[in-house]
């Protein structure tokens, strides 16, 4: 019903920038929040940064003054401006919408199939 398809991940030295982008796609009435969660392998999904529809955010603590959300509502696209990463940065990056479906009055949540960001020297 919805896809979300996610761009931009790879590999980068510390100091760097990446920037990802998340294009969501489907039978979409309206997106509410769009957001940036990271995993590593043997810990849970964690929010790094979060956008409302109305422009708000909201940053994981180590993202703040380093990451950027932005969202280009014509789009139905997402951005994660990453600077200055350090190794610690280094996950597989999910996208996330929650989405009100055309013809449906209910909202679900939707994800995308990760993009891998490696901060390495």
């Known amino acids: 019903q919805v896809q979300l398809v996610e761009s931009g991940g790879g590999l980068v030295q510390p100091g760097g920038s990446l920037r990802l982008s998340c294009a969501a796609s489907?039978?979409?009435?309206?997106?509410?929040?769009m957001g940036w969660y990271r995993q590593v392998p043997g810990n849970a999904r964690k929010l790094v940064a979060r956008?409302?529809?109305?422009?708000?955010?909201n940053y994981e603590d180590s993202a703040k003054g380093r990451f950027t959300i932005s969202r280009d509502n014509a789009k139905n696209t997402v951005y994660l401006q990453m600077n200055t990463l350090e190794p610690e940065d280094t996950a597989v990056y999910y996208c996330?919408?929650?989405?009100?479906?055309?013809?449906?009055?209910?909202?679900?949540?939707?994800w995308g199939q990760g993009t891998q960001v490696t901060v390495s020297s």
């Open positions: 996330n919408a929650n989405v009100k479906l055309r013809f449906s009055p209910y909202n679900y949540d939707y």
């Open positions: 956008i409302t529809s109305g422009g708000s955010t």
């Open positions: 489907g039978s979409i009435g309206s997106i509410n929040a």
